[in-house]
């Protein structure tokens, strides 16, 4: 009987849930976890290693390498392809922004930022 799957830790949800090409409606779509998403706003926009990245979702770092490059396929596969992107779903829970460990430099929450 496999392990239960560990809930990754996340910030805070996207802004926008959906993304697609401009001037038509998109003929498929991606969809991409929300874990996902945190992997590449941690790793990619914010600059964290996999290690960094690993501690601030609470999960090991070759967690974070499986689902950093899933994410990284799904959005080349997005941008190459011209398909819609739909961040839903995913095995995480949202930081309740009484984190100590909150190393993203605040929860979104901390920050003022909105959530969806």
């Not at 926009?45 to 290690?51: A, K, N, S």
Request: hydrophobic fraction near 35%; proline fraction near 4%; charge should be neutral.
């Amino acid at each position: 009987m496999p392990r239960p799957r560990k809930c990754r830790r996340v910030c805070c949800l996207p802004w926008n849930a959906s993304f697609g090409p401009q001037g038509r409606a998109p003929e498929a779509s991606v969809v991409m976890s929300v874990d996902e998403y945190e992997t590449i706003r941690l790793i990619d926009l914010m600059g964290f290693t996999q290690e960094e990245c690993a501690a601030q979702m609470n999960v090991a770092r070759t967690t974070v390498q499986g689902i950093y490059n899933d994410a990284r396929k799904k959005l080349a596969d997005v941008l190459v392809n011209a398909k819609g992107l739909v961040i839903r779903g995913g095995d995480y829970i949202l930081c309740d922004s009484l984190e100590e460990s909150c190393a993203c430099g605040g929860c979104c929450k901390h920050r003022g930022e909105r959530e969806t």
